[in-house]
């Protein structure tokens, strides 16, 4: 990770989230019916649709 405090811990909360789903925490905190495979990698293009979805409901 680049986005670090000095205590080598994440330095806002979008790397938090970043770091806790490249080590799979996120799957801890999911229910057991949550599929864990299976998901295609999301595009660029799929990527700002979604942050321009977001953008949308906090304007």
Request: proline share 8%.
């Amino acid at each position: 990770m680049t986005n670090q405090a000095a205590n080598g811990a994440p330095a806002d909360d979008v790397a938090e989230l970043a770091a806790l789903i490249e080590v799979g925490g996120f799957w801890r905190l999911a229910p057991e019916w949550v599929p864990r495979d299976g998901y295609a990698t999301p595009t660029p293009d799929t990527l700002r649709a979604v942050e321009a979805g977001l953008r949308r409901l906090i304007a």
